[in-house]
């Protein structure tokens, strides 16, 4: 999938990338995955809906580069320890943001588990590239001799920080915020893994 879009999309210019991708996001916010359709994208964004299927090829594709394409590199984090590469990694989007993001979460959260094309587009894309970059993070840790090797909660990390900022407005009816997520990331994840809160 990678390959092939990148070879489609050679004709379109960064800015325009950008542009489209704006574009897909705010549609996402306005009416939900379900009802974002090929024809909005094009005509929100002066294209033609063959342009978008040449560059894209679809929606799952399109929507979940539109997701990717903004995101910070989770392995490009290294302050020198698990802390402040924890706290650096929640912190790198300010409240606003990561209340449009939870948004975009909630309306695509159903959505993947009924399109197989947006799930499979969804971890080729999105999750696997996360999950290794994380591994990474994760085992400059180890290397640093913070977290035993051994730790099982090593490989739940990543669960605990989506789950954390994904649940933050079920449980407490509130966007995540720094704040929050800082503080969970010292009362739950730090302790999980053994490493000192101080």
């Given at each position: ?56 090829g ?12 903004n995101?910070?590199?989770i ?38 588990h ?24 994760m ?25 954390g900022?994904?649940?933050r ?5 509130m ?24």
């Open positions: 999938m990678a390959e092939a879009a990148t070879a489609r999309r050679s004709r379109i210019t960064p800015e325009r990338e950008a542009e489209l991708y704006a574009a897909v996001l705010d549609l996402l916010r306005e009416v939900g995955y379900d009802a974002l359709t090929m024809d909005a994208v094009a005509a929100r964004t002066r294209s033609s809906k063959a342009t978008l299927y040449r560059q894209w679809g929606k799952a594709e399109l929507v979940a580069r539109a997701m990717r394409y995101k910070p590199g392995a490009d984090v290294d302050t020198g320890s698990l802390r402040g590469d924890l706290h650096a990694l929640v912190t790198r989007e300010d409240d606003c943001a990561m209340e449009q993001n939870s948004a975009l979460m909630r309306a695509l959260a159903m959505a993947v009924s399109d197989p094309q947006l799930l499979r587009a969804f971890k080729e894309l999105l999750v696997e590239p996360e999950m290794e970059e994380f591994r990474r993070v085992q400059r840790a180890v290397d640093r001799g913070e977290v035993r090797a051994d730790n099982p909660a090593i490989d739940y990390v990543m669960h605990m920080l989506i789950g900022f994904a649940v407005t079920l449980l407490d009816e966007p995540p915020t720094q704040e929050f997520l800082l503080s969970y990331v010292n009362a739950v994840i730090l302790p999980a893994l053994g490493v000192s809160t101080d």
